[in-house]
């Protein structure tokens, strides 16, 4: 809590009315102060100095920009204002009332400060540092279940404030409603950040402190980050991966009889919930009257969910994990971020067995061989369409044979049929049943049957 009164603290006793030291008034101090001036630490101040009698000689208020200098034995500055800032907090404001012998002495300076002047500098400090200080990281929350860390090449999705250390912000991509983006290690951003990112989970929120030397120096950026400045960043990491990602597959539930499971070109039915990696749920199959059909290897689906709904049983549940190289990419999607990491929780409701692409039907085993003769039920050494149809249903039926699922299964009966029928006389011939000649490799090949 801030002091409400100023008070004052004098170095040494006022000797016959002549001062032997500064006399240093806090008349506001800050109510969290972490670090104060040491000797070979650099500061950031705005000042303004005054003679006794209240006219003021200087200002880096007038000047439009603050001091920066170095407390200690190098130090640029008279004597008296080295030793006023020892002590300082960020934030705080003093007045140093300073003896001539601790300021410009017997000669004074110029025209401006007379000989023996007592000398009064109001000071707001706005900066201090270290050429030894490092990147100072402060954890504000993390998960309690942390899987992953970020590492150099990752490439990470995160919030953020940027403030100066008075509290000023200087940027901060809510405003933006958007993360800022970036590899991690590769110098993208400042070192400072750069280096406080490594080891973050998702969802963690970590405040750093960065000095100038590890952010923009002594040059600053544009006209909100003065030179010479510490930073000060609050970071809320959303999401991360790397390039070289995969699927990552969390079976959360598996039935203990699995006599099928999905691959490319099965017919599935399932449900899901899409989300960020940080709870946000983007879509959920459960607003639809029915879950959700497709066809799995057929392109119908982002390749990362695709991928991670094959092998599965029936009535499975995972959360699939997809990198965005196998999701959305750096466009991304309608309510779905670029870049961004997507976790589903999905649970395979149906599972009809499909066919190659290409085919509309297909032996489980092998087919009767000779088969015209078990498909012309009759023997009369031809096979209409209804003869054709009663065969091909009994060979589903039975298990043996497996059709194109997720159409009208009149439809394809019909398409099957027409392919067999090569002389279009409404019947099967054992001659035409199934052979077509290649004439450029002069071989026959068998084509559905």
Known sequence: MALKCAFLLTLTDVVWGQLEDVIIDRYFIPGLCPRDVQVGDFVRYHYTGALKDGKTFDSSLDKGFPFIGHVGVDSKVIPGLNKGVQGMC????RKITIPPHLGYG????????????????????????????????????????????????????????????????????????STY??????????????????????????RVTVPPHLA??????????PG???????????????????????????????????????????????SLLDGTLLYSSD?????????????????????????????????I???????????????????AVLLFEVELLQLQKGVPEGFLFIWVDDGPDPLFPAMDINQDQEVPFEEFETFIKLQVTEGRGRIHPGVNIEDVLRDMFRNQDRNGDGKITEDELNILEDEEKGVSEHVEL
């Not at 390039?243 to 969390?250: A, G, S, Y």
Request: charged share 25%; proline share 5%.
């Open 216 to 225: 923009y120096g002594e040059t600053g950026s544009g006209e909100l980050i």
């Open 90 to 93: 960020v934030n705080e404001r």
């Open 106 to 177: 017997v000669l004074g300076a110029g025209d401006v400060i007379p000989p023996h002047a007592t000398l009064v500098f109001d000071l707001h400090l706005l900066d201090l540092w270290n050429k030894e200080d490092k990147v100072q990281i402060r954890t504000l929350h993390r998960q309690e279940k942390c899987k992953r860390t970020v590492m150099p090449t990752d490439f990470v999705r995160y919030h953020y404030n940027g403030s100066l250390l008075v509290g000023d912000i200087f940027e901060t991509s809510y405003s933006r409603n």
């Open 321 to 339: 994990t997809v990198p965005p190289h196998l999701a959305h990419g750096s466009n991304g999607a309608v309510g779905i971020p670029s870049s």
């Open 287 to 319: 607003v639809f009257p029915e879950p959700t059909r497709v066809m799995l290897g057929q392109g119908k689906l982002i390749s990362g969910l695709d991928d991670g709904l094959q092998g599965m049983c029936l009535l499975e549940r995972r959360e």
């Open 181 to 206: 983006n970036t590899f991690i290690g590769m110098g993208h951003v400042i070192a400072g950040v750069d280096k406080a990112l490594e080891g973050v989970c998702v969802g963690e929120r970590r």
């Open 228 to 274: 010479s400045a510490v930073l000060v960043f609050d970071l809320h990491v959303i999401d991360f991966h790397n390039p070289k990602d995969k699927v990552f597959i969390n079976v959360t539930y598996k039935p203990s009889s699995c006599d099928q499971k999905s691959d490319a070109n099965d017919l599935i039915l399932y449900r899901y919930n899409c």
